[in-house]
């Protein structure tokens, strides 16, 4: 079992940056990913970024290209996402989640979510 835990998530005004960040309780064995999926109110949860945290290849949406980035420190199990240029669409509960089978797209391929942290972004 891994416990997932985000940080990072608040209030800010659009153009502005955030930075959450997702520490996992216990590293795991082979090859995994870790991502970045969001919910607004009313919406379904969607997608918005997955990085293979030994090869470091990366799968972003296309609606956060060009202004989230997604990192990560193997040694700390924590995975980051550096979030610029914040429009209001952008409010949503964010949500870290790992997939054991890789990069993937879908949520339902992920194995283990965090609580989520709220992000609100104002006009």
């Known amino acids: 079992q891994v416990q997932l835990v985000e940080s990072g998530g608040g209030l800010v005004q659009a153009g502005g940056s955030l930075r959450l960040s997702c520490a996992a309780s216990?590293?795991?064995?082979?090859?995994?990913?870790m991502g970045w999926f969001r919910q607004a109110p009313g919406k379904e949860r969607e997608f918005v970024v997955a990085?293979?945290?030994?090869?470091?290849?990366?799968n972003y949406a296309d609606s956060v290209k060009g202004r989230f980035t997604i990192s990560r420190d193997i040694v700390k199990k924590t995975a980051y996402l550096q979030m610029n240029s914040l429009k209001p669409e952008d409010t949503a509960v964010y949500f870290c989640a790992v997939n054991m089978g890789g990069l993937a797209m879908r949520a339902s391929d992920y194995d283990y979510w965090g609580e989520g942290t709220q992000v609100t972004v104002s006009s």
């Open positions: 990085i293979d945290v030994i090869a470091g290849t990366t």
């Open positions: 216990r590293r795991t064995a082979g090859r995994y990913a």
